[in-house]
C-alpha cells in the first residue's frame, strides 16, 4: 500500500486523461491534490467532486503552464490552500503532428512550449515550498517518443527527449534537498489523445506492443504514484517505460 497521507500533490493537466487518473491515484494514496487545466474547468471540478467525494481534499487550479506568472500564481494558490508541497506531476502535453518540411513555426513551438517549458516553469515554481520541507517528488510525463522518435512528431518527440535531460539535471541537482526527479515514459495509452488512431496505424502499433493491447491511464498513475512514495527513495533521474513492452 502506498501511503501518501499528509502530502500536497500538484497534477498539471489533470482535467483528463492520464493526469485525471494520477490525481485520483494519488488521492486514493492520501494526498491533497491540485487539478490543474488549462481551458476545461468543468472537467477539472468533476476531478475534484470525486476526490472529496472519496474523503480526501483536492482543489481545480486553472493555468496555461506556457505562463510563467500563471504557473508562480498556481503554485502560490495551492501552498496557500493546503501548506505545502511535496509532489508536481508534470503531465500536461499536447500534440500538433505534421511531416517536418510541412511543419510550421507555430507547431513546433507550441508543443515544446507547452511539454518541455511548461514542465521548467512548473519545477521553477515548484521546488521552493519542495525545499522547505526538504522532501520532494517531481514526476515528468514524458513518451516512447522522447526515446524512440515518431512519425511525424519531431516537435513532441523532441520535447519528450529534452524532458528527459530537464529530469536527469534536476535529479542531480536536487537530490541534496531530499528531492527526487524521475520520468515515465508511456507508450500508447488509450485517452483523448489517441481516440482519432486511424485502424492502420491501431493495428501496425498492437502488431508491435508484446502485450498486444494499448494502455490505461490508470496503469501509469500506479507508477507514478510508487515514484512520489517512501517506497521509491533510491531512485531518481530514470525514466520507466511503461508500454507493454513496445520499447526494450
Ligand atoms: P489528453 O487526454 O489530451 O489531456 C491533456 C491534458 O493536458 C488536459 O488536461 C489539458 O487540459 C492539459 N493541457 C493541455 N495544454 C495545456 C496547457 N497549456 N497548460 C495546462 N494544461 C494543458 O492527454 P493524455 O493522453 O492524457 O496525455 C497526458 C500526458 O501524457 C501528455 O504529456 C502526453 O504527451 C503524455 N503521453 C500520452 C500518451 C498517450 O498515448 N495518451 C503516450 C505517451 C505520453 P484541458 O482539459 O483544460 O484542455
Known amino acids: ?22 490525481a485520483r491515484q494519488l488521492a486514493e494514496c492520501g494526498a491533497a491534490v ?11 471540478e468533476a476531478v475534484v467532486a470525486e476526490i472529496i467525494a472519496g474523503g480526501r481534499q483536492g482543489l481545480a487550479v486553472q493555468a496555461d503552464v506556457r505562463d510563467r506568472e500563471a504557473v508562480k500564481a498556481m503554485v502560490a494558490r495551492t501552498v496557500e490552500v493546503f501548506g505545502r508541497l511535496d509532489i508536481l506531476v508534470n503531465n500536461a502535453g499536447v500534440l500538433a503532428d505534421q511531416y517536418l518540411a510541412f511543419m510550421s513555426d507555430e507547431q513546433f513551438d507550441t508543443v515544446l512550449d507547452i511539454c518541455l517549458k511548461g514542465a521548467f516553469n512548473c519545477c521553477r ?6 525545499m522547505k520541507g526538504r522532501w520532494g517528488r517531481i514526476v515528468n510525463v514524458s513518451s516512447d517518443a522522447g526515446l524512440m522518435g515518431d512519425l511525424r512528431r519531431a516537435n513532441y ?3 519528450k527527449a529534452g524532458l528527459l535531460g530537464l529530469t536527469k539535471s534536476l535529479a542531480r541537482e536536487l537530490a541534496g534537498q531530499g528531492i527526487l526527479v524521475n520520468a515515465v515514459a508511456p507508450g500508447i495509452i488509450a ?8 485502424d492502420k ?23 507514478v ?8 527513495a533510491y531512485i531518481t533521474g530514470q525514466v520507466v517505460g511503461i508500454d507493454g513492452g513496445l520499447r526494450m
Do not use: H, K, W
Open 225 to 232: 504514484a510508487f515514484l512520489c512514495s517512501d517506497a521509491a
Open 1 to 22: 500500500m502506498i501511503d501518501l497521507t499528509g502530502r500536497v500533490a500538484l497534477v498539471t493537466g489533470a482535467s483528463r486523461g492520464i493526469g485525471r487518473a494520477i
Open 125 to 130: 515554481a515548484a521546488v521552493r515550498p519542495m
Open 157 to 159: 518527440a523532441a520535447a
Open 191 to 198: 485517452t483523448d489523445m489517441t481516440a482519432d488512431m486511424d
Open 201 to 223: 496505424r491501431r493495428a501496425t502499433m498492437l502488431g508491435l506492443i508484446p502485450l498486444q493491447r494499448f494502455g490505461q491511464p490508470e496503469e501509469v498513475a500506479a507508477v
Open 34 to 44: 491540485a487539478v490543474n487545466y488549462v481551458t476545461n474547468a468543468a472537467a477539472a
